[in-house]
């Protein structure tokens, strides 16, 4: 009962119907674990409100079904269990309320279906042995099963016997090269507790076959091995010659367990951008945005004379240490998650770890697989109200949301990356969610051609181009829009007037801009830059951050100085629209809503130029392309 309560009061703060439809499709077969009957603790619940609507809504929402309604018997034995693999950077450093925050927090998730395995990163201290280090890991595994144990339940086990260690090149062979011999000695030590519910605390020690020692490993090393084994791909599949018994035991294996969440628990907290000061990045698309991130990490290291504390460099004296060294950056094509450049500050060094070891862990995952860094602290907010002294007697405030608890409800980051910065400051939080993601190709690229008016020296490019795959344009602006497009008027439309278009991934969502000139413009006035479609295909509406990744390149990448677009007044998107304008406004006697991002356009005053006059003699003027005259508006126009 208390298992229903919580799912019910955490379900009732989500955001959005379609987060609690998507989080049940996802958990809803799992049982509720077993719970022991000397438990200690009966409120374990996060309390992040009371709305419950949206769980009877998701309820009540009528099924399309022909026939009886078949009874699934579901043996528990064979589900898939959902996983976590968390990593907390120096627990020693942790206090005790925190660390108990951060084991409540863990707990809620294995009773919300999200079974998890910590692993403990004390750091490698090259004036400690051997010795040391691991007596250092065990004491505060020790201390965190502990912890967790308070809590009731199946509760924690400690496990310094996971992993072992081959000197010889055990290699895998595939595009994360990882040459440490490292792997985990026996599959079930890892299963049989999560299956009953108990959280694995993994020590970083290893067992070296070759000379048959205990050796203290970095963090990083059993990580990525870890995550081998979840994923199927561990070295020892490398024997194999039959491709077709590989992929049988991959798939086997990737059956029984699925790697769902990559968290690191870092002093830290997120990824910091150059952009947002002191904020951390929300969201990190990968594929987009890796190399331009190392390279701000890079140049911040660069520009710093300081070194890494000796508590927190990775090398050590042991020469077995050697295998130990991740092998990812060999030959430019990976980069290592281990060793930073000389002169490097310890912050980038660590931000700079916790990025590539992310990207590495990912590139095993399937692409539904997520990352996230957070501070102790902030996982360890369960039910605690943010402190401001500015507040009048009486005057309550929301409770503060836990990133892992919203997180694995959403898969979102806490807010979204294309709000403006100014109005993503109330929702600050050192937290970074991480995804492989999609790559965005922006055709012209702005870094070469900027977007500008065009000319007879710059002439607008044409959806001809080679470049631009025009069917699968057209399908996704259909898909998106739910109407049919007369294409020969769309294209005869925007002819010679395209600013550019922008691509997420395989044609999941596009954004199609042009240079539209005011209806009263003269010789004096310049064509004003138009949404004209943003479309993201059904399927990857609400899920994925598509919408938000193009939005984002729209704005900082391709025209930073602004555009407008319009869209009709019923859209059910107009509310995601409001938030990321600068400015909107219902048009007089129309069925349209103007919005845009240009700084200092203001509804009753001219303000640049008259630009909100151009604005709208704009909006109004564009002339539909629609084959039929019904449909649901889903996007721009």
Not at 560 to 565: E, I, K, N, R, T
Request: contains cysteine; charged residues 25%.
């Amino acid at each position: 009962m208390q298992v229903i309560e919580l799912m019910l009061d955490v379900l009732g703060s989500t955001v959005t119907r379609r987060d609690a439809r998507s989080y049940l499709s996802r958990f809803r077969s799992e049982k509720p674990k077993s719970r022991s009957r000397n438990e200690r603790h009966d409120d374990v619940g996060v309390n992040l409100g009371n709305l419950y609507l949206p769980i009877r809504a998701v309820e009540q929402n009528p099924v399309f079904r022909q026939g009886p309604r078949e009874r699934q018997t579901v043996n528990e034995t064979s589900e898939q269990l959902h996983t976590a693999l968390v990593k907390i950077r120096r627990p020693q450093a942790i206090d005790d309320p925190t660390l108990q925050g951060v084991c409540l927090t863990l707990v809620q998730l294995v009773r919300l279906g999200m079974s998890s395995v910590v692993v403990l990163d004390c750091g490698n201290d090259e004036q400690k042995n051997n010795f040391d280090l691991r007596r250092l890991a065990t004491e505060q595994a020790d201390r965190i099963a502990a912890s967790i144990d308070q809590y009731g339940g199946p509760g924690a086990r400690c496990l310094d016997n996971a992993l072992a260690t081959s000197l010889e090149d055990e290699s895998f062979p595939s595009s994360v090269k990882v040459q440490s011999g490292t792997y985990i000695s026996d599959r079930h030590l890892l299963l049989n507790p999560l299956r009953r519910g108990i959280i694995p605390v993994v020590v970083p020690t290893t067992f070296v076959r070759n000379d048959q020692r205990l050796v203290h490993i970095p963090a990083d090393e059993a990580m990525l091995a870890l995550t081998r084994e979840f994923a199927g791909v561990r070295t020892g599949l490398a024997e194999e010659t039959d491709p077709h018994e590989i992929a049988e035991k991959i798939q086997q294996k990737q059956k029984e367990i699925s790697l769902d969440r990559i968290i690191l628990l870092d002093p830290l907290g997120g990824i910091p951008s150059t952009d947002e000061q002191s904020r951390s990045r929300v969201f990190i698309n990968l594929e987009q945005d890796y190399e331009s991130i190392r390279s701000e990490i890079l140049g911040v290291g660069n520009s710093d004379t300081q070194h890494d504390s000796p508590g927190d460099r990775p090398a050590s004296k042991d020469p077995a240490s050697k295998v130990f060294t991740s092998s990812i950056g060999k030959e430019g094509k990976h980069d290592s998650a281990i060793a930073p450049p000389t002169r490097f500050p310890a912050t980038a060094s660590h931000h700079l770890n916790n990025v590539a070891l992310l990207r590495n862990c990912l590139a095993m995952l399937p692409p539904s697989s997520s990352g996230l860094v957070t501070t102790p602290e902030n996982a360890a907010n369960a039910n605690r109200r943010p402190v401001d002294s500015g507040l009048a007697p009486g005057v309550g405030t929301r409770r503060q949301r836990n990133p892992l608890i919203h997180n694995l409800l959403t898969d979102k980051p806490v807010s979204s990356s294309s709000l403006p910065s100014d109005r993503a400051k109330g929702s600050s939080s050192p937290t970074t969610f991480i995804k492989r993601g999609m790559p965005v190709s922006i055709i012209p690229d702005p870094r070469l051609h900027p977007w500008t008016p065009p000319s007879e020296s710059n002439p607008s490019i044409s959806l001809s181009d080679p470049r631009i795959d025009l069917p699968r344009v057209i399908h996704l602006i259909e898909d998106s829009f739910s109407r049919k497009l007369d294409v020969r008027h769309y294209l005869s439309r925007i002819e010679g007037r395209i600013a550019g278009i922008i691509i997420a991934g395989e044609y999941e969502g596009g954004a199609l801009l042009t240079w539209e000139s005011p209806c009263h413009a003269t010789g004096h006035s310049p064509p004003v830059p138009y949404l004209d479609k943003f479309a993201v295909l059904k399927r990857s509406q609400g899920s994925g951050g598509v919408a938000d990744i193009l939005f984002k390149a729209m704005v900082k990448d391709c025209l930073p100085s602004g555009v407008c677009w319009r869209s009709r007044r019923d859209n059910p998107a107009n509310k995601w629209y409001f938030e990321r304008a600068r400015g909107t406004w219902k048009l007089p006697g129309s069925w349209w809503s103007m919005f845009w991002t240009t700084e200092g356009v203001q509804v009753g005053q001219q303000g640049r130029d008259g630009l909100l006059r151009d604005y709208e003699s704009v909006c109004r003027g564009v002339v539909p392309s629609w084959a039929d005259a019904g449909g649901m508006e889903r996007g721009v126009d």
